[in-house]
Nanobody, 116 residues
Framework: QVEVVESGGGLVQTGGSLRLSCATSGSIFDLNSMGWYRQAPGKQRDLVATVTSGSSINYAESVKGRFTFYRNNAQNTWYLQMNSLKPEDTAVYYC??????????WGQGTQVTVSS
């Protein structure tokens, strides 16, 4: 069983920055994929950034050039650096991991609110 725990959400003004962190209980090398999703009120959960083993990072079109996914293998942690935030980025952000057996694991979610 993989456990993932997010941190780093909060309230920021338009144009500001936040960094989200996701720590996994196991080894990051045991994961098939890892990344970030978000869900705004009344909407479905959407991909923000994800990377699958052996592939490049996949970003949602709406965040390209503003958000950056990166990882620290030694700490079994990955991050989402969010710059130039917009009100439409307001959502609950979820950390996601998928293991070698294609089981999906989700964090508890962290609220990101961008004020105009």
């Amino acid at each position: 069983q993989v456990e993932v725990v997010e941190s780093g959400g909060g309230l920021v003004q338009t144009g500001g920055s936040l960094r989200l962190s996701c720590a996994t209980s196991g080894s990051i090398f045991d994961l098939n994929s890892m990344g970030w999703y978000r869900q705004a009120p009344g909407k479905q959960r959407d991909l923000v950034a994800t990377v699958t083993s052996g592939s490049s990072i996949n970003y949602a079109e709406s965040v390209k050039g503003r958000f950056t996914f990166y990882r620290n293998n030694a700490q079994n942690t990955w991050y989402l650096q969010m710059n130039s935030l917009k009100p439409e980025d307001t959502a609950v952000y979820y950390c996601h991991a998928r293991d070698a057996w294609m089981r999906n694991f989700w964090g508890q979610g962290t609220q990101v609110t961008v004020s105009s």
